[in-house]
């Protein structure tokens, strides 16, 4: 009995010691006296992926003391170019890290280490592990202070938390508390269909609705959505705090159907090695098209693990039909939440047979009815376009009346005036219709000589054929996609008066097919024949894409994609104009461009023989921020072709750029006069238009006095900077520097001053 009980109160010990422990390594300092604000949070999509830390405030400013947050003892100090410039890594006594970065110096003793360690290598980059016991803090003690070092935009402090395995943890939820009492802001819902069955409001493509917010703060679907199939839901919504213009990445999403928690997102743990991830956690598609960053609430089939949804659930909107109250909890990190409310109705949409009854001097009318349901029609919208297919607006329904389970409905004759009209009915269930069509047949086109475009487009349904006449024609048309051994007919949904659309394809349909065909049938049948230079690429194989005019392709690797991707390259005209360089190629865009990639894809574009000795040919990459934006690139002059990698499916071309870096400033300026006390630092500000600089030290070379200094650069403000030792000695000196951009273009500046 005393055994059993010394072994429980041993075990009781433990839990409580445990406990103690857990409270303890939760209770941080805020690594800053400048007040707990933040540029960023835990979890914001990025270009690169998400941001994994805190971005806290300086006030603009740099040299704000920085604190160690608990005790423990730095195990990494590292300088470099890029990234994260001056950072230090300290190793709490809980078992956790907690990274600074940014930095603009160390403390004493660290910025001794620091030198040595960088005179001994004769190098600005550093990676430097001291021993436990030679850099020790206690909770509060100041280890650094604030800069805008590294690939940072200004000045602040980036700060992680990482646990054992070096991933992040959300700082907010892991130690460091923030006032807020402010709620996040959610603007818009975005629905897609995931399979072939999937419509929305009559739809088969994504649709994204803006909701509004009532007198109590809650949000709210503008009406009742119609779905069909598996769906996949959206959310455009973001965080705010008191104090601050900032937005920032909500920290958890919960997602209830009829009043029962159905799924949940959190950003509590992430890992610099999932950065390429966050393209499948938000929704890339919007994102491609600008229209905001929404957060995905449903986990794809075949979309990486990752744990920000839940593992139970997949989130995804596979419901029976009829209607389905939808209740969508946004909150930050202290419960402030804001909450969406909405309601679907899961029923497949119907169609409808319009017939034109008569017209006045003034009005048309129409009657509408169900083809084969027999539930009315409650209400009808009305759209015109111009017969080269260019919507136009809304018309306004004249009278609506009632017969049978259809309706009589007039518009004015003067707004159907040379236009195409699309109607779409809502029947009293509140599910929509197909869209259905009439227009003049006086102002038709003829379908047997009418220029017939195609276009392709994929989402995570599958693959969209879109065939459109450049005016609206008096034909029915139908899709055939031919190959040595396929030969498959594709119904088309008249989705506006000169656009059909498919419904979603499985790429791997797509396998043996060489040709598509158009089928335009009226009086006479005619075809209209599509060459098919797509390439189907699939998960855990390696594939090549070329462009038809084979000087351009892609090579995927067994990790590029995680799905089934139809890939092609198309050659484009419009392009965005090339600044202070030379285009020597074709621009190409690599298809399809709104699909992620998990890793890069090899990417090559061959070149004519007279370029061979070109020395400054690189590929680059359009950046919708950064305009046209330097590619690492091999050029094989043997072969004629430049390769490179891209992390996106983007517009890509060769570029020659011969134009200098330029230097925009030096301190100490030629011939300047300086008091030996006062010149501390030498700074130069340099620039370049199209390929920029490689953050790394063989891109520049600074010498005091023809001897070379251990600089640092920043790449974001483009500045060379050198902190001196101490006073200069009186009397004259130089400073010999040169600039070498990606492309390999230099610039130099050989300058005195006077040091009395």
């Known amino acids: 009995m005393a055994t059993f009980l010394t072994i429980f109160l041993m ?356 009657m509408l009815q169900p083809k084969s349901i027999t539930v009315p029609i409650e209400s009808i919208v009305a759209y015109s376009f111009t017969p080269y297919g260019f919507a136009e607006a809304q018309i306004d329904i004249q009278s609506s009346e009632p017969i049978e389970t259809g309706r009589i409905i007039t518009i004015s004759k003067k707004q159907a005036k040379r236009k195409a009209i699309q109607f779409i009915a809502k029947n009293t269930l509140g599910t929509y219709s197909k869209p259905i069509h009439w227009v003049d047949k006086k102002h038709t086109g003829d379908h047997l000589s009418v220029r017939v475009d195609m276009d392709i487009s994929q989402t995570d349904a599958g693959v969209y054929v879109q065939v459109q006449p450049e005016q609206v024609v008096d034909a029915n048309i139908s899709l055939r996609l031919k190959g040595e051994y396929q030969y498959e007919t594709i119904p088309l949904n008249h989705i506006q008066p000169s656009v059909y659309l498919t419904p979603p394809i499985d790429p791997t349909m797509f396998n043996q097919v060489d040709q598509i065909e158009a089928i335009l049938t009226g009086s006479i049948e005619r075809q209209v024949r599509f060459d098919f230079p797509y390439t189907v690429a699939g998960p855990d194989t390696t594939v090549t894409v070329v462009s038809k005019d084979s000087y351009c392709s892609i090579r995927t690797k067994k990790s590029s994609i995680l799905q089934s991707t139809l890939m092609w390259i198309e050659a484009v005209h419009k392009h965005a104009k090339v600044k202070k360089g030379k285009l020597l190629s074709r621009v190409y865009q690599l298809q399809p461009f709104e699909r992620p990639l998990l890793k890069p894809v090899n990417i090559g574009i061959r070149y004519p023989a007279k370029l061979k000795d070109r ?67 030498f700074k130069i500000k340099i620039d370049d238009t199209l390929s920029g600089f490689d953050p790394v030290e063989d891109s520049f070379e600074f010498k005091l006095n023809h001897q070379p200094l251990i600089y640092a650069y920043q790449p974001k403000t483009k500045e060379v900077s050198y902190q001196l030792d101490g006073p200069l000695p009186i009397g004259t000196h130089s400073i010999q520097f040169t600039a070498r951009d990606r492309a390999g273009n230099e610039v130099s500046r050989n300058i005195e001053f006077t040091v009395y």
């Open 11 to 366: 075990r009781l010990l433990s839990a409580f010691t445990l406990i103690i422990l857990s409270i303890s390594a939760q209770d941080y300092t805020w690594p800053t006296d400048l007040g707990k604000h933040l540029s960023s949070n835990f979890g914001e999509f990025r270009t690169t992926g998400y941001h994994l830390g805190l971005d806290m405030k300086t006030k603009g400013t740099t040299g704000h003391p920085i604190y160690a947050v608990s005790d423990g003892y730095i195990s990494r100090i590292v300088t470099n170019y890029s990234g994260f410039g001056r950072a230090l890594y300290l190793q709490m006594n809980d078992g956790q890290t907690a990274v600074y970065a940014h930095l603009s110096k160390f403390t004493p003793r660290l910025e001794a280490r620091l030198k040595e360690t960088q005179s001994a290598n004769q190098s600005y980059m550093t990676n430097i592990f001291p021993l436990a016991d030679e850099f020790r803090f206690e909770k509060g003690d100041v280890i650094a202070y604030s800069g805008n070092t590294g690939f940072s935009f200004a000045p602040h402090l980036h700060f992680e938390i990482r646990n054992e395995f070096g991933q992040t943890l959300n700082p907010l939820t892991n130690g460091l508390s923030q006032a807020d009492r402010l709620a996040p802001v959610v603007e818009e819902v975005s629905l897609t269909p995931l399979r072939a069955d999937g419509w929305i409001n009559g739809n088969q493509l994504p649709q994204t609705f803006s909701l509004f917010r009532d007198k109590k703060g809650e949000y709210h679907f503008p009406d009742t959505i119609n779905i069909a199939g598996i769906i996949g839901l959206a959310i455009k919504a973001y965080d705010k705090r008191q104090g601050a213009n900032n937005i920032y990445q909500p920290h958890r999403i919960e997602v209830y159907i009829d009043e029962k928690l159905y799924h949940t997102l959190q950003f509590d743990r992430l890992d610099y090695k999932w950065l390429s991830t966050a393209n499948y956690i938000k929704d890339y598609r919007n994102a491609r098209l600008n229209l905001g960053d929404f957060i995905k609430l449903y986990r794809n089939e075949g979309d990486p693990m990752v744990p920000i949804h839940a593992d139970s659930t997949n989130g995804v909107l596979d419901l029976t039909p009829g209607f389905h109250d939808i209740k969508i909890l946004v909150m930050d990190v202290l419960k402030n939440k804001r909450t969406v409310h909405g309601t679907v109705f899961k029923m497949p949409p119907f169609e409808i047979t319009l017939e034109k009854l008569g017209e006045t001097e003034e009005l048309l009318s129409f």
């Open 615 to 681: 020395e400054k040919i690189h590929l680059y990459y359009y950046d919708q921020k950064e305009g046209w934006s330097f590619i690492p690139t091999e050029n094989n002059k043997e072969r004629k072709v430049l390769t490179g990698s891209v992390k996106h499916l983007d517009a890509v071309a060769i570029i020659e750029d011969t134009s200098p870096p330029k230097i925009k400033s030096m301190h100490p300026g030629h011939n300047g006069k300086y008091p030996t006390l006062e010149l501390n630092q």
